[in-house]
């Protein structure tokens, strides 16, 4: 998967992640009630996600489902970021996460299973 989602379509998607399957006029509803969007805007963005591959309509109703889980797109998200932001380099990730953050033993252990297990 190449396409990375804007933060206008990350949006969406969460919506859609939660409800599916669900559609396009009750995605319009709920982003209009937690994001303040109106009808159009949330319909672009849909036509957006859908020209991207990331979800399908279907009629009746216009019911959005998705072709990515929200576990695939984070895993895109992260590598971009590590790329990006941290040369490739994920111990410069961790080492900024856990520089100013305090965690407890409890953290500790689960990121060692983590690791250990991986």
């Given at each position: 998967?190449?396409?990375?989602?804007?933060?206008?379509?990350?949006?969406?998607?969460?919506?859609?992640?939660?409800?599916?399957?669900?559609?396009?006029?009750?995605?319009?509803?709920?982003?209009?009630?937690?994001?303040?969007?109106?009808?159009?805007?949330?319909?672009?963005?849909?036509?957006?996600?859908?020209?991207?591959?990331?979800?399908?309509?279907?009629?009746?109703?216009?019911?959005?489902?998705?072709?990515?889980?929200?576990?695939?797109?984070?895993?895109?998200?992260?590598?971009?970021?590590?790329?990006?932001?941290?040369?490739?380099?994920?111990?410069?990730?961790?080492?900024?996460?856990?520089?100013?953050?305090?965690?407890?033993?409890?953290?500790?252990?689960?990121?060692?299973?983590?690791?250990?297990n991986r």
């Open positions: 998967m190449q396409d990375k989602l804007f933060e206008s379509e990350a949006k969406v998607m969460e919506i859609i992640w939660a409800k599916n399957p669900i559609s396009a006029k009750e995605i319009s509803m709920i982003a209009a009630d937690t994001i303040g969007w109106n009808k159009n805007t949330t319909y672009t963005v849909i036509k957006k996600l859908e020209a991207k591959g990331f979800i399908q309509r279907q009629d009746p109703g216009f019911i959005c489902t998705p072709l990515v889980s929200q576990n695939q797109m984070q895993k895109v998200e992260a590598v971009s970021l590590v790329k990006k932001m941290f040369g490739g380099s994920r111990k410069a990730l961790f080492s900024a996460l856990l520089e100013d953050e305090p965690l407890s033993e409890e953290e500790i252990s689960a990121l060692r299973d983590l690791i250990e």
